[in-house]
């Protein structure tokens, strides 16, 4: 289907819409096919941080149909990651008629910048913020009484995975910048104005992530903060031409 202009109506844009959600429905249902097959190599990876922690970690299920929900989980998971590039390039299709520059190559250049960055939010969060978490949540164990950490593995699963998709959509904080940038809302002024408050929500976020010691909270915020002063260096480089600001 071709790609929708200014001047269409609006049941033809509804429908240049439907057509694109059907595009990416399909790029999650044909990624989870994927991942599901790969599954039990995923979850080992997923497990694996676990291996570094100084107490003895039992993972197990308790319903029948729990490892079944579990793969599933994941594949559904593995399924929006794989499909990404192909959701974002449905999406920038169909808001990229409204910019002036309306090339295919910009529009993939944007989904390969952004494909990127959400890589990095997850290896990001598989590399630091999981393993700091993890010796964190389970050093809270107090000497009187014997504490057993016994976690059911799909609480585990949904934990680990919600991290890592969550710092994936957290790293798009360049590409959010481009897309109101463009549509006016954010200016490079705007940003540098709020700064100090982004500051105060790393640190939140690091302090609730991390152990509360400083050299993991500035693992966690420093990263943060460069990623917004490069959210504010795109915006100079994406604002439209008659902004003054």
């Known amino acids: 289907m071709t790609s929708q202009s200014p001047e269409m109506p609006f049941w033809d844009h509804l ?16 990624g989870a096919v994927i991942t599901y097959n790969y599954a039990d190599i995923i979850m080992y990876w997923l497990i694996n941080p676990t291996e570094s922690l ?7 299920v308790l ?10 989980s994941v594949a559904l998971f593995g399924g929006m990651i794989l499909g990404l590039p192909v959701i974002l390039y449905q999406f920038w299709r169909f808001i990229s008629p409204a910019f002036e520059d309306k090339y295919d190559v910009a529009v993939i250049s944007t989904v390969l910048f952004s494909s990127a960055f959400f890589l990095l939010g997850m290896s990001f969060a598989y590399f630091v913020i999981i393993p700091f978490s993890l010796a964190f949540f389970t050093s809270l164990t107090v000497e009187t009484i014997d504490v057993a950490y016994n976690f059911t593995l799909e609480g585990y699963l949904m934990y680990i ?5 969550g710092c994936g959509l957290l790293f798009q904080l360049p ?3 481009i897309f109101f940038t463009k549509i006016g809302i954010l200016t490079p002024a705007f940003l540098r104005e709020y700064r100090k408050f982004a500051v105060v929500v790393f640190l939140i976020l690091g302090a609730v992530l991390t152990p509360p010691d400083p050299v993991s909270q ?9 990623l917004y002063e490069f959210s504010i260096l795109i915006s100079k480089l994406f604002k439209p031409k ?4």
């Open 63 to 72: 319903k029948i149909t729990s490892m079944f929900t579990v793969k599933l």
């Open 15 to 30: 429908e240049e819409l439907r057509w694109r959600l059907i595009k990416s429905i399909s790029a999650i249902l044909m």
């Open 175 to 177: 590409v959010i910048s």
């Open 54 to 60: 100084s107490i003895d970690l039992n993972l197990q």
């Open 242 to 245: 008659d902004s003054l600001v």
């Open 161 to 165: 995975l919600w991290l890592i998709f």
């Open 218 to 226: 500035i693992l966690i915020v420093v990263p943060l903060i460069i």
